[in-house]
């Protein structure tokens, strides 16, 4: 069982930066690959970005690439998520997920086992 928390979200104006965080419960946090994925008002839930259980691998969704870096500190049990260039269109409730896997990532969400309840990031134009 895993259990994970997101914070950090807020509002901030276009361009500027954030960083939400996800901290995880449990010693086997280094056995999961973690995700990042959000969900706008009316659309469903995207994929952002994922790292494998040791960070070696990482992906991101084209619509953050070169703006969103994924990263991980196994012995914090924490995952983060910096935003920079932010944009209108990233607002959402951001959510980080946790897939147990031996290698690799995955974007599609119903391969994740467990969910945060979320972070709310509010750009402003």
């Not at 950090?8 to 939400?20: F, I, N, P, W």
């Not at 994922?50 to 990263?71: E, Q």
């Amino acid at each position: 069982q895993v259990q994970l928390v997101e914070s950090g979200g807020g509002l901030v104006q276009a361009g500027g930066s954030l960083r939400v965080s996800c901290a995880a419960s449990g010693r086997t946090f280094s056995s999961y690959a973690m995700g990042w994925f959000r969900q706008a008002p009316g659309k469903e839930r995207e994929f952002v970005a994922a790292i494998s259980w040791s960070g070696a691998t990482t992906y991101y969704a084209d619509s953050v690439k070169g703006r969103f870096t994924i990263s991980r500190d196994n012995a914090k049990n924490t995952v983060y998520l910096q935003m920079n260039s932010l944009k209108p269109e990233d607002t959402a409730v951001y959510y980080c997920a946790a897939d147990r896997r031996d290698y690799g990532v995955d974007h599609r969400g119903n391969e994740y086992d467990y969910w945060g309840q979320g972070t709310q990031v509010t750009v402003s134009s």
